[in-house]
């Protein structure tokens, strides 16, 4: 797992817009790469001096580390964490995402960035609840997850359909932002939105047509609401939920009660 200048661009983006400061983690330690080359690597320079004026690309890479802490550091946050279920990598925090969540982690993070971890997690929705459990009320995830063009590059590819099923309607989330974007440098500006299936009851709608020959990497910023969730806790496709309850029988006009076959 590691930071090109695509995706280093796109935290600083979401970071300094959303003021997003405190305990951070990220899932498996980042390496950082910085610029590549044509159109990703103005975006990091632009990106740079829009929104950490004074500072350079070099100001953001550790001289003495191939890891990204120092690039963390240097965006705002008071502690920053590395989270894998082995220290191969010299993760400061050795947990398996996939077994049960210890207390001391519940509420211990404003911001968790997974750039990249959960897709390798065969018991997904235990990880996606654990680092629901790891947010403090108000925190916020960011996911930088393979989405299409990444056969065989783990055990998943995280689609929109994800985030606003379950992260929206069934944990009460508020999806900050959400795009599709090649990888490929020279698509770096390609990049793409989607409608919210909660609002029109389909699928989502991409907002334009997306390079055929770059894989795409889906960036989400949710946050966490201050209470509760919103949901049962039940995870289902929005048009499938649509047309399921569009099958329903209608409300018997005596009784007011819905008909059904076999049943008095």
């Not at 029109?200 to 020959?213: A, I």
């Amino acid at each position: 797992m590691a930071l090109p200048d695509t995706l280093c661009a796109r935290l600083i983006e979401t970071v300094k817009t959303h003021r997003l400061s405190g305990n951070f983690v990220m899932l498996g330690r980042q390496r950082w790469i910085g610029s590549r080359k044509g159109a990703s690597a103005q975006l990091l320079t632009d990106t740079i001096a829009r929104y950490l004026p004074g500072l350079s690309e070099a100001d953001l890479k550790d001289p003495q580390s191939i890891y990204s802490e120092h690039f963390i550091r240097k965006l705002g946050f008071d502690t920053v964490d590395s989270m894998d279920m082995s220290d191969f990598e010299g993760a400061s925090l050795v947990q398996d995402l996939s077994k049960p969540l210890p207390e001391a982690l519940h509420h211990h993070f404003d911001v968790v960035y997974d750039g990249g971890t959960c897709e390798h997690i065969f018991d997904l929705p235990t990880a996606f609840r654990n680092l629901n459990a790891m947010l403090r009320p108000g925190g916020t995830l960011i996911g930088h997850s393979p989405c299409n063009g990444w056969i065989n590059h783990g055990f998943y590819q995280i689609t929109p359909e994800m985030v606003f099923g379950f992260w929206q309607r069934t944990l009460g989330y508020e999806v900050l932002d959400l795009k599709l974007q090649p990888m490929l440098p020279n698509f770096a500006n390609a990049f793409a939105t989607t409608t919210n299936p909660n609002d029109t009851g389909k699928r989502p709608r991409l907002s334009r047509q997306l390079p055929l020959n770059s894989p795409v990497m889906l960036l989400y910023v949710v946050r966490k609401p201050l209470e509760g969730s919103l949901g049962d806790g039940s995870v289902y496709q929005t048009d499938y939920m649509r047309k399921w309850d569009d099958a329903q029988p209608a409300p018997d006009a005596d009784t007011g009660t819905g008909a059904s076959m076999g049943t008095e």
